[in-house]
């Protein structure tokens, strides 16, 4: 697999992991008891913390990149893996005798 590609799968899974953590740990102005700012929404974070945000989204995404790049080297699962529907009957099979 080309450095290409496995960066652009590093920055996908960056991305997904970022958006998904990003609720988690935060709190509001009301839960710390913090005074709010005149016209600030109530669902404002009062404790937003961005560089803490983007090590757990790299940590994150080094795992998931590095168990996809292997995966892809190893072929430990692959498509017939996940195929949880059987094949269908040949076409012949199904339409019958139609003479």
């Known amino acids: 697999m080309a450095w290409t590609s ?3 799968i590093f ?14 740990g935060v709190k509001t102005h009301e839960e ?5 700012v005149p016209g600030q929404a109530d669902s404002a974070p009062a404790n937003f913390r961005p560089g803490r945000l983007v ?5 994150i995404a080094i795992v998931l990149t590095a168990l996809y790049v292997l995966n892809y080297e190893y072929g430990w699962i692959g498509v017939d893996d ?3 529907f059987p094949d269908p009957p040949p ?9």
């Open 6 to 8: 496995i960066l652009a």
């Open 82 to 84: 996940i195929n949880f």
């Open 11 to 24: 920055a996908l899974f960056w991305v997904m992991s970022a958006f998904v953590m990003l609720p988690f």
């Open 32 to 36: 710390l008891g913090v005074e709010k």
């Open 55 to 59: 090590l757990r989204a790299t940590g």
């Open 91 to 99: 076409l012949e099979d199904q339409l019958g005798d139609r003479d």
